[in-house]
């Protein structure tokens, strides 16, 4: 059993260890010069290129093999025939 001198000193510990994450975080979220700019709002993907995302989709089965890896120029005949497919 620990005695108490351990008790206290650990308590005493954790409350100092407490007191310091909670002034890090105080400190942490005022915003200063140094801090990064806030992240660019993701771009809607246009017209085109969601036709072309569903033309991949259709068209990938015919390049790749059972198991799910692209055969010989698969991936490049694919981007190939998905480009043509969307161009209609």
Do not use: C
């Not at 660019?40 to 259709?58: D, G, H, L």
Request: no cysteine.
């Amino acid at each position: 059993m620990p005695s108490e001198d351990f008790k206290e000193g650990f308590d005493e510990g954790w409350r100092a260890a407490m007191q310091r994450m909670a002034y890090n975080e105080r400190v942490e979220s005022i915003p200063t010069r140094n801090s990064p700019p806030s992240p660019k709002p993701k771009r809607k993907p246009s017209a085109a290129n969601q036709a072309y995302s569903r033309a991949f989709a259709k068209v990938k089965g015919r390049f790749q093999t059972k198991s799910g890896k692209w055969k010989k120029n698969g991936f490049r005949n694919a981007v190939r025939a998905a480009h043509k497919l969307a161009k209609k």
